[in-house]
């Protein structure tokens, strides 16, 4: 069964960086895309980007954009989302998630495997 395992979270001081590493079980070239969800205590989960395999477009929410980046490794079967410039407000348990097939990237109900999320706190 194919699944997905995020990885690199932990705690680091406002204006520091950190980087997610998602890693797949098979071949990433086999999925449409990858993305990045996260949900902070008390909100809904939200989407921070995606990536689309073949071609490497990437979609970022405004709110970290500039400030995070997304990319793959063929050769790894991971996706990585690199965060920056991190803030108190981007605390949260962050998600990767992956597509088989087209669709609407903003929405989680489009990914079809999930990872058990990595918790990434940012202190002031």
């Known amino acids: 069964q194919v699944h997905v395992v995020e990885s690199g979270g932990g705690l680091v001081q406002a204006g520091g960086s950190l980087r997610l590493s998602c890693a797949a079980s098979e071949p990433i070239f086999n999925m449409y895309a990858m993305g990045w969800f996260r949900q902070a205590p008390g909100k809904e989960r939200e989407f921070v980007g995606t990536?689309?395999?073949?071609?490497?477009?990437?979609s970022i929410v405004n709110s970290v954009k500039g400030r995070f980046t997304i990319s793959r490794d063929y050769p790894e079967n991971t996706v990585y989302l690199q965060m920056n410039s991190l803030k108190p407000e981007d605390t949260a348990v962050y998600y990767c998630a992956a597509r088989i097939t087209s669709g609407d990237h903003l929405l989680a109900s489009s990914y079809e495997l999930w990872g058990q999320g990595t918790q990434v706190t940012v202190s002031s």
């Open positions: 990536i689309r395999i073949n071609d490497g477009f990437t």
